[in-house]
């Protein structure tokens, strides 16, 4: 069965310094991982997402993630944080063969900016 | 940019009333799915539709949960008779294809059930 561990429920860096938000994943099959983040009284939206071509993925607002495989990790990163960057943030995974499309979430990380 | 657009953006009820959540999707998308987050907690799959079934259901997803795509393009969650346990941010969520190409999700029916 799939699942995905999101390490750490609260991240609080300063403004300007890297954001690190951990993400470890099982699948029995490849997956297709992706990143989403909510901002207060909002929905889901996509930050980023990996689909088997590129490791390294590029997604919204200067946010990037790297699968790897041996370590089974998709961690999001980004070099500077802004004070808009203060939001829920959740992993979720999803089968890459013959699936519903379920996706399977993180308990979310929070993450606070501070000035 | 296209939105999945959910109505209302918040409801109460009264444990054991009926309730509808209502869920337009993109125009051009084939697969549809409820997603729930209770406060403070993570969120969880509901079902998933595709060619006006279910393809896949969670646990969750009991005999008192319907979904109908009544007219082409509402997607509908029914919640026969609430438990104050239902009470939770429902999400609607569309996509044009499963898996790779990610879902854009809706801005969430908040239900509080009284």
């Known amino acids: 069965a799939q699942s995905v561990t999101q390490l750490g429920s609260h991240v609080s860096v300063s403004e300007g310094a890297l954001v690190l938000l951990r993400c470890n994943y099982s699948?029995?099959?490849?997956?297709?991982l992706f990143w989403y983040v909510q901002y207060p009284n909002q929905g889901l939206q996509l930050l980023l997402k990996?689909?088997?071509?590129?490791?390294l993925v590029k997604g919204i607002n200067g946010f990037e993630a790297e699968f790897k495989k041996s370590e089974t990790s998709f961690h999001l990163t980004k070099p500077s944080a802004h004070m808009s960057d203060a939001a829920e943030y959740f992993c979720a995974v999803s089968e890459s063969l013959g699936n519903t499309g379920k996706l399977i979430f993180g308990q979310g990380t929070t993450l606070q900016v501070k000035p | 940019e296209p939105e999945v657009t959910q109505t209302p953006s918040h409801q109460v009820t009264q444990m054991g009333q009926e309730v509808i959540l209502r869920c337009v999707p993109i125009?051009?998308?084939?697969?549809f799915y409820w997603y729930r987050q209770i406060l403070g907690q993570k969120v969880e799959f509901l079902v998933s539709f595709y060619n006006n079934e279910i393809s896949e259901k969670s646990e969750i997803f009991d005999d008192q949960f319907s979904v109908e795509r009544p007219d082409g393009s509402n997607f509908t969650l029914k919640i026969r008779s609430t438990k104050l346990e239902d009470s939770a941010m429902y999400f609607c969520a569309s996509s044009r294809q499963t898996g790779k190409n990610g879902y854009t999700f809706g801005s969430g029916t908040r239900l509080t059930v009284v």
């Open positions: 990996y689909t088997s071509a590129a490791t």
């Open positions: 699948s029995s099959v490849p997956p297709y």
């Open positions: 125009s051009n998308h084939l697969y």
